[in-house]
């Protein structure tokens, strides 16, 4: 495998960056992406002069960024990508050039948003049912964890607190906060019967 460098992730964040389509990112190049992490790592671990220490982070927090960079530009793409189709009502989903968590992420969109948007009429249409309707639904939408890491306090989008976690505990936790610990791999769903 040849060499990448951090030149590398800068062409794929800048052909991302300057082309209004989203860029395609291959299995390789992801490999080569944490190949260079990698080694970037373990030089610096294996660093003895903290000049050559403080060269290697640079190095790797400009490579992180770069990659949190072609990471929201990406993000931004898809996001306007699914409101286009929610708002053309399209049957068809454009999904060229995605990865496949992109497309899951793209397809949640689109529905939220029409689900959004389906709400927002109906509560034209009948504006004292649906504030009962939507806090009914809010209510019931939790998701039963299991923590594989120790969690601090949380608060959930009615400012509800919840925790602090420790290891192998179990909660019931709103919907919104299951997703986001789960994205993060501090905690996983258990399935109840």
Do not use: C, W
């Not at 999904?95 to 959004?116: A, C, D, V």
């Amino acid at each position: 495998m040849e060499n990448y460098d951090y030149s590398d992730i800068l062409e794929l964040l800048h052909s991302e960056k300057y082309n209004p389509e989203l860029q395609l990112l291959t299995k390789e190049q992801f490999t080569k992406i944490q190949q260079y992490m990698d080694a970037k790592q373990a030089l610096f671990e294996k660093a003895t002069s903290k000049e050559l220490k403080f060269k290697l982070q640079m190095e790797i927090e400009n490579a992180e960024r770069a990659i949190r960079d072609l990471y929201s530009k990406r993000e931004q793409k898809i996001i306007n990508r699914s409101i286009f189709a929610a708002r053309s009502d399209f049957k068809l989903k454009d999904t060229t050039n995605m990865l496949l968590k992109e497309e899951i992420f793209y397809s949640q969109l689109i529905e939220l948003l029409i689900s959004n948007q389906k709400n927002f009429y109906s509560t034209l249409q009948n504006p004292q049912s649906t504030p009962r309707a939507i806090e009914q639904s809010l209510k019931t939408a939790h998701k039963t964890l299991k923590f594989k890491e120790a969690v601090p306090e949380l608060l959930d989008l009615e400012e509800n607190k919840h925790g602090p976690f420790q290891p192998n505990d179990t909660a019931e936790l709103p919907d919104e906060l299951a997703q986001i610990l789960v994205a993060q791999k501090k905690a996983e769903i258990v399935e109840t019967k």
